[in-house]
C-alpha cells in the first residue's frame, strides 16, 4: 500500500486487532496466547493514539506515532513463522496471512525497510 493515509493505517490496524482477537480466543497454548496478547497490545496502542487525531487529518499520510510499533516486525516476522502451529482456525488463518501483507506494506513504508 504506497503511501498509506491514516485513515488506511486505522482500516488495516483495526481489521488485524480483530483477527488477532479471534487468534487469541483460538489459541490453545498459553505461550501461543501471550505472544498474540503483546502483538494485540502493541497495535492497540497505535490505534487509540491516531484514534486521538482530529477526522479531517485521516487524509494525511501516515507516520508511526508510537515508539514500540517501531520494534514489531521481528514479532510479526516470528508470528508468520509460526502461523501453522499458533493460528489453527482455518478462516482465522487466511485473514491473518491477507492483512499481515498490508500491514507490514504500511510499516515497511514507515521503517524504510527493503524486504521484511
Do not use: C
Not at 496502542?45 to 508511526?64: A, C, G, M, R, W
Not at 501453522?84 to 496471512?97: N, V
Request: charged share 30%; aromatic share 8%; hydrophobic share 40%.
Amino acid at each position: 500500500m504506497a503511501n498509506a493515509t491514516v485513515a488506511d493505517a486505522l482500516r488495516e490496524f483495526m481489521t488485524f486487532l480483530e483477527i488477532l482477537d479471534d487468534a487469541y480466543w483460538e489459541a490453545d497454548r498459553i505461550q501461543h496466547k501471550d505472544t498474540l496478547y503483546d502483538i494485540i497490545s502493541i497495535f492497540h496502542t497505535e490505534v487509540t493514539e491516531l484514534n486521538k487525531l482530529s477526522i479531517q487529518d485521516h487524509h494525511f499520510p501516515y507516520e508511526i506515532t508510537t515508539e514500540v510499533l517501531r520494534r514489531v516486525v521481528p514479532k510479526l516476522e516470528r508470528l508468520s513463522s509460526l502461523q501453522e502451529d499458533i493460528i489453527q482456525r482455518t478462516q482465522t488463518a487466511t485473514d491473518f496471512r491477507e492483512v499481515l501483507s498490508s500491514v507490514l506494506n504500511i510499516l515497511e513504508e514507515q521503517l524504510d525497510i527493503g524486504s521484511l
